[in-house]
T-cell receptor
Framework: ETGVTQTPRHLVMGMTNKKSLKCEQH?????MYWYKQSAKKPLELMFV???????ENNSVPSRFSPECPNSSHLFLHLHTLQPEDSALYLC????????????FGDGTRLSIL | DAKTTQPTSMDCAEGRAANLPCNHS???????VYWYRQIHSQGPQYIIH???NNETNEMASLIITEDRKSSTLILPHATLRDTAVYYC???????????????FGSGTRLQVQP
């Protein structure tokens, strides 16, 4: 039990669908992160939230849209995804933004048909 | 930005110490070394971190060389549950706004053998 919960654990969707990934942390942390882990590639940081502020990696396509309604919840809204977006999407949190030790959820395995 | 180099894979006998090396020759003076591991089908798990002194916790020990150009993670008595990919990470600048964040490399796949 890491204190970071991600749902769903598995998701299969078509390229025209719209879905959302959810992350919840019960650790009282102020920063939350989305990562993408593709097969045989290093973890890629996608987005960082610190309290109400979002820090965005400019290389993330607009078909990925994060939302952080409060410091305990983080969403990743997905629409018009491509097959190359199939990957494990990991959420993490830390006490503050940056390189504090991070606590990860077990991820959502996403498959795009 | 500091880059890390780790062996792709290692084997270790159960009950023996596992010593996982990491090179980070371009690390700057205020950068920490972090170690995480990822067990199959789980998210990465924080293990330990250090700046220049050796560190120990309930999971592992971290030995950092005096010149800080390399480090070794030591699992003193490896078990089958320690089979995982181990990532050595230094703080790097990746975000356009200048915020520091962790960058994960390819890691070392440790296989603990019975």
């Amino acid at each position: 039990e890491t204190g970071v919960t991600q749902t769903p654990r598995h998701l299969v969707m078509g390229m025209t669908n719209k879905k959302s990934l959810k992350c919840e942390q019960h650790l009282g942390h102020n920063a939350m992160y989305w990562y993408k882990q593709s097969a045989k590639k290093p973890l890629e940081l996608m987005f960082v939230y610190s309290l109400e502020e979002r820090v965005e990696n400019n290389s993330v396509p607009s078909r990925f849209s994060p939302e952080c309604p409060n410091s305990s919840h983080l969403f990743l809204h997905l629409h018009t995804l491509q097959p190359e977006d199939s990957a494990l999407y990991l959420c993490a949190s830390s006490q503050a933004r940056g390189s504090e030790p991070q606590h990860f959820g077990d991820g959502t395995r996403l498959s795009i048909l | 930005d500091a880059k890390t180099t780790q062996p792709t894979s290692m084997d270790c006998a159960e009950g023996r110490a596992a010593n996982l090396p990491c090179n980070h020759s371009t690390i700057s003076g205020n950068e920490y070394v972090y170690w995480y591991r990822q067990i199959h089908s789980q998210g990465p798990q924080y293990i330990i971190h250090g700046l220049k002194n050796n560190e120990t916790n309930e999971m592992a020990s971290l030995i950092i060389t005096e010149d800080r150009k390399s480090s070794t993670l030591i699992l003193p008595h490896a078990t089958l549950r320690d089979t995982a990919v181990y990532y050595c990470i230094v703080r790097v600048l990746v975000m356009d706004t200048g915020r520091r964040a962790l960058t994960f490399g390819s890691g070392t796949r440790l296989q603990v053998q019975p």
